[in-house]
């Protein structure tokens, strides 16, 4: 089944130790969507790359960063992690061609700052 | 600019009840419509979307849809609610030609009493 895959679902990091999480889609989709979810808050988009193009959030915080290698693959890099950092992460892929964009999420990765 | 309100921050119900959760939003043009499940610990699951035509739409799981122009909203509904809908649920609003603007409504809690 087409899907989106997040890994590692639970990680556990010290403060200030750079983290990375990954976010795969086996969808093709050309749009791909982080974003950052607080307890018992919405989630709250932090960048997404239309194809290669980076678009960043205008209050995402610096130290947030992220890649994307191919159509596939899409990191997200926390360079210092700090303990308001602690949260769950969702990736998000969509098909955008002008309109009508479902976007489709993967099962999180929910990160821990110890 | 566009914003989303579910005013049911927890709402509980008995196993077989009915279920409806309210959502408004506020969009100066023709809105997507989108709602979507999260159970604890786990990703956002799309049940509907709505972007044009028929105003009612069904969706996934059971549950269904009315988009109300003259109301501004997009309630959810469930005939008869199980012990595995209790979950997070989330209205969202997006419109055309913009990749990425998905503008959340801050949920509601759905607990079922068995």
């Known amino acids: 089944d087409a899907m989106v895959i997040q890994n590692p679902r639970y990680q556990v990091t010290q403060f200030g130790k750079p983290v990375t999480l990954s976010c795969s889609q086996t969808?093709?989709?050309?749009?791909m969507y982080w974003y950052q979810q607080k307890s018992s808050q919405a989630p709250k988009l932090l960048f997404h790359?239309?194809?290669?193009?980076?678009?960043n959030e205008a209050d995402t915080p610096d130290n947030f960063q992220s890649r994307r290698p191919n159509t596939s693959f899409c990191f997200l890099d926390i360079r210092s992690p700090g303990l308001g950092d602690a949260a769950m992460y969702l990736c998000?892929?969509?098909?955008?061609?002008?309109?009508?964009?479902?976007?489709?999420f993967g099962p999180g990765t929910r990160l821990l700052v110890l | 600019a566009q914003s989303v309100t579910q005013p049911d921050i927890h709402i509980t119900v008995s196993e077989g009840a009915s279920l409806e959760l309210r959502c408004n939003y506020s969009?100066?043009?023709?809105?997507?419509l989108f709602w979507y499940v999260q159970s604890p610990g786990q990703g956002l699951q799309l049940l509907l979307k709505?972007?044009?035509?028929?105003?009612l739409v069904q969706g996934i799981k059971g549950f269904e849809a009315e988009f109300k122009r003259s109301q501004s909203s997009f309630n959810l509904r469930k005939p008869s609610v199980h012990w595995s809908d209790a979950a997070e649920y989330f209205c969202?609003?997006?419109?055309?030609?913009?990749?990425?603007?998905?503008?959340f409504g801050t949920g509601t809690r759905l607990q079922v009493t068995l």
């Open positions: 998000a892929t969509s098909s955008f061609s002008g309109d009508r964009e479902t976007q489709y």
């Open positions: 969808l093709n989709h050309n749009v």
């Open positions: 790359y239309y194809d290669k193009d980076f678009n």
């Open positions: 969009y100066g043009a023709t809105p997507y």
């Open positions: 709505y972007f044009s035509g028929d105003t």
């Open positions: 969202a609003v997006t419109h055309t030609g913009t990749a990425s603007k998905l503008t």
